[in-house]
């Protein structure tokens, strides 16, 4: 579903969501928006159509976005909080800290909306071709050697869609507020974006390689804000000795990413964002450069990376194409950080869209 080929066969699914994107944030162009939530909105409809084929729309998009990303954020924070059972596995029937009763409520209803969607699966023809009905064809098929029961199902799918969608964006929120925080910067990413674009034609995913500066864009806040500050655990298959540290068999390994992209011994002035320090850099997301690793490495690197590269680039790029960015009373943003497993913005990213292409016509889904 991640390969090349698939991503090549479903640009037009990632454009019409970023579309309509575009559309909804020139009908409140002058108002305050919550971009962060709008582009949460449009990733989830992203994941989600690869998944089961459905999506939100409008009004009710912002809605369903708005609770969604809630549920979300409390369920990844709960993820992130230190647990005592981790260290001490005999305490863990006793709940210590109240953490197994407080995610309950998070994951009944992130449940409910994967049920929701199994149940619209249920009731369409069977010729309907998604990853979710070929997972329920999986479960008919009723391999005795590979079982796949419907728990697998719902587990799978709720994986993919807060691993597809909380991180990319949380990415591009990040990355939007560095640079409306940064005139020099954006005055750089307009300049090559009217340049290779120009102001009477739209963005198009086919661009996003004609596009170095933002590609350095990218990597410098993917650099300065990892969204998984610890990655995933890892967890040896027998005792080891890393860095002169001896690793039992079964240990779980958390990397600090967020402290690796952040020491002064590697990067100069490493709390500035600084897109320029990736311009002549060899850097990649490929996992082999242990002082820039965002997506990790080895075996269990992110096999999402091919599409995280095209939507939060394509993304990043359409927003600050079409609109110019006003900040509420003039004042710069608060980049604070929220800590959980995936790392966000403490406060949320609200600003007022002005439209900067030439014809209005341009805005529109189809222009």
């Known amino acids: 579903m991640l390969s090349n080929a698939n991503l090549?066969?479903?640009?037009?699914?990632?454009?019409?969501?970023?579309?309509?994107?575009?559309?909804?944030?020139?009908g409140n162009a002058g108002t305050p928006v919550n971009l962060g939530e709008q582009m949460f909105v449009m990733i989830m409809n992203v994941v989600t159509n690869m998944l089961w084929g459905s999506s939100v729309e409008g009004g009710a998009g912002e809605n369903v976005g708005a609770e969604f990303k809630q549920v979300m954020s409390e369920f990844t924070e709960i993820l992130g909080l230190p647990n005592i059972s981790d260290f001490f596995p005999v305490l863990a029937p006793l709940d210590l800290q109240g953490l197994c009763k407080r995610m309950a409520k998070p994951v009944e209803k992130l449940y409910g909306i994967i049920d929701n969607m199994i149940d619209q699966q249920l009731k369409v023809e069977k010729e309907s071709?998604?990853?979710?009905?070929?997972?329920?064809?999986?479960?008919?098929?009723?391999?005795?050697?590979?079982?796949?029961?419907?728990?697998?199902?719902?587990?799978?799918?709720?994986?993919?869609?807060?691993?597809?969608t909380d991180t990319s964006s949380n990415s591009i929120e990040f990355t939007l507020a560095e640079v409306i925080n940064n005139p020099e910067v954006m005055k750089k990413a307009l300049k090559e974006l009217d340049e290779v674009v120009g102001k009477d034609n739209i963005v198009e995913e086919s661009h996003i390689h004609k596009f170095p500066y933002l590609q350095a864009i990218m990597k410098e806040s993917l650099r300065l804000h990892s969204v998984l500050p610890l990655l995933v655990p890892h967890s040896p298959g027998e005792a080891c000795i890393v860095g002169g540290y001896a690793i039992p068999k079964g240990c779980r390994v958390f990397i600090n990413t967020w402290a690796i992209h952040r020491d002064p011994s590697i990067w100069e002035?490493?709390?500035?964002?600084?897109?320029?320090?990736?311009?002549?850099?060899?850097?990649?997301?490929?996992?082999?450069?242990?002082?820039?690793?965002?997506?990790?490495?080895?075996?269990?690197?992110?096999?999402?990376?091919?599409?995280?590269?095209r939507m939060v680039l394509y993304s990043i790029a359409?927003?600050?194409?079409?609109?110019?960015?006003?900040?509420l009373g003039d004042e710069k943003l608060d980049l604070s950080e929220k800590f959980g497993i995936v790392l966000k913005l403490k406060n949320p990213l609200v600003v007022v869209p002005l439209p900067r292409l030439s014809n209005p016509a341009l805005y529109r889904l189809e222009p």
């Open 318 to 327: 359409t927003v600050l194409h079409s609109f110019d960015w006003k900040v």
């Open 129 to 164: 071709e998604n990853f979710l009905q070929f997972l329920l064809q999986l479960k008919d098929e009723n391999d005795s050697k590979t079982p796949l029961t419907m728990d697998h199902i719902k587990a799978l799918l709720l994986d993919m869609v807060v691993g597809g």
């Open 8 to 26: 090549d066969k479903m640009y037009m699914l990632r454009r019409r969501e970023v579309r309509k994107t575009v559309g909804y944030l020139y």
């Open 269 to 309: 002035n490493p709390l500035e964002f600084n897109p320029d320090r990736f311009l002549n850099s060899q850097c990649d997301f490929s996992g082999n450069d242990f002082s820039y690793f965002p997506f990790g490495s080895g075996r269990r690197i992110c096999a999402g990376i091919a599409m995280a590269e």
